[in-house]
């Protein structure tokens, strides 16, 4: 199965209470499926890195093999492709863990795209985060 996902990560405060989000779209357009969480207090970037995380696991729960991903974190666009080495200590292990579940897809293509382009994602951040006001 052919899918695209969305994924963005938010902090109210960097580090703050954070959220991420993920939408997965078919070829048609019709979401498949929208995931979000509350992270407690994080940075920014964690925040990025989990949306990643929880929009790959989705795919891979929904049995899509060929997965577009759109961040508009350029931070871990490069990070992902290898532009960029990952020097956080924090954001090492999820790094580790987006590369283990990115090779488990039999094609990926990862982009970053223009925050507007973005928006599905980045509302499921922000509701989440206002339900935890």
């Not at 990070?79 to 990952?86: F, H, N």
């Amino acid at each position: 199965m052919k899918a695209t996902m969305f994924a963005d990560g938010g902090s109210r405060g960097n580090p703050g209470p954070a959220a991420s989000g993920a939408v997965l779209f078919d070829e048609a357009g019709a979401v498949l499926r929208e995931v979000g969480t509350f992270l407690g207090v994080a940075t920014n970037n964690v925040a990025e890195w989990t949306g990643l995380l929880t929009g790959l696991e989705a795919a891979l729960d929904l049995g899509v093999d060929d997965l577009a991903v759109r961040l508009d974190s350029e931070l871990v666009v490069k990070q992902i492709s290898g532009a960029y080495r990952v020097k956080n200590e924090g954001l090492i292990p999820l790094h580790a863990k987006a590369k283990a579940l990115l090779r488990k897809f039999a094609h990926v293509d990862v982009k970053h795209v223009p925050r507007k382009q973005n928006a599905a994602a980045d509302a499921i951040v922000n509701a989440v985060l206002d339900a935890h006001r």
